[in-house]
């Protein structure tokens, strides 16, 4: 399984960004983890197959999760983005007919002040 993200980059707060992940099959979980400098990798957001979402508190109201399954894709955007969203977010996905998780490498989000 191959996860290829996109998207990222520099903006200022308050702005918006999208990032997105193509993954090469279908999986039943997909979504986000980021890791800011210093800490560990969190979780930002995780959308199952049929929909159900999960968001971390800190990006509620914010982020939006998404996902195209006949592409095997899944969005991130981003509004009223802060400094403290700088990061890098990494693609993650779940097979759960394998019981594995695959991770994309990581695209840097940079939101200055």
């Known amino acids: 399984v191959q996860l290829q993200a996109s998207g990222g980059g520099l903006v200022q707060a308050g702005g918006s960004l999208r990032v997105s992940c193509a993954a090469s099959?279908?999986?039943?979980?997909m979504g986000w983890y980021r890791q800011r400098p210093g800490e560990e990798r969190e979780l930002v957001a995780i959308?199952?197959?049929?929909?159900?979402?999960r968001y971390a508190d800190s990006v509620k109201g914010r982020f939006t999760i998404s996902r195209d399954n006949r592409k095997n894709t899944v969005y991130l955007q981003m509004d009223n983005l802060e400094p403290e969203d700088t990061a890098v977010y990494y693609c993650?996905?779940?097979?759960?007919?394998?019981?594995?998780?695959?991770w994309g490498q990581g695209t840097l989000v940079t939101v200055s002040s």
């Open positions: 099959q279908t999986l039943n979980t």
């Open positions: 959308i199952d197959y049929a929909g159900p979402k």
């Open positions: 993650y996905a779940k097979s759960t007919v394998l019981l594995r998780e695959y």
